[in-house]
């Protein structure tokens, strides 16, 4: 599953503000010996979840969008902690139709994930249940592309340094700009991919 950073969030979903955020109660049982004991979720251990469930509902294409700091290979870093804004987003395609899910109730990136994990699970327990299905449950998530990546816009790979993103930027901006045959949405788009490349790699 692809990573983004810095977070992505889709168009038109309300966002929890932060004062209203709270601490989840999800968790995991480890072995301590002989005894088991209760500890809580890690990221990793919430997108292991998380990909379980999009496995068993057939989508492809993921991609999770968070602002947890990633290496260059996009795994997390493993000394990060939560960031500012604990907020997820998921994007995938389910029989054709781009999806996306999102969540930001819990002041911890990892329990935002297990919650998109969890909905996942109750939904596809409509199947089970034979009331509905899971295309019909999916119906209101659809027709919300996953966002468009800084480095798909500046045509530069993701690991692309400050340099590379300002020389791309100029370069593109020769044509964007609205003096030169292009737009002002042309332009702020250019500007905004520039900025998030730039932040990424601060």
Known sequence: MEKPHPLSWPAGWPRTPVHERKRAQFSKKVRDGKWMVTKELTVRDAEKRLQGELDRLGAVDELLSSNMPRNLDGSIKSSASDPEDSGVAVYFNLDG???SLACDK????????????????ALRGMDRWGVGSVKQAFAGYQALPAPEQWFEVLGVPSSA???QINAAWRELAKSAHSDHGGSDDAMARLNAARDQGRKANA
Not at 113 to 119: F, R
């Open 97 to 99: 139709q781009p999806t």
């Open 106 to 121: 819990w002041d911890r990136v990892a329990d935002n994930i297990c919650a998109l994990a969890k909905h996942i699970e």
């Open 161 to 163: 340094s400050i340099d």
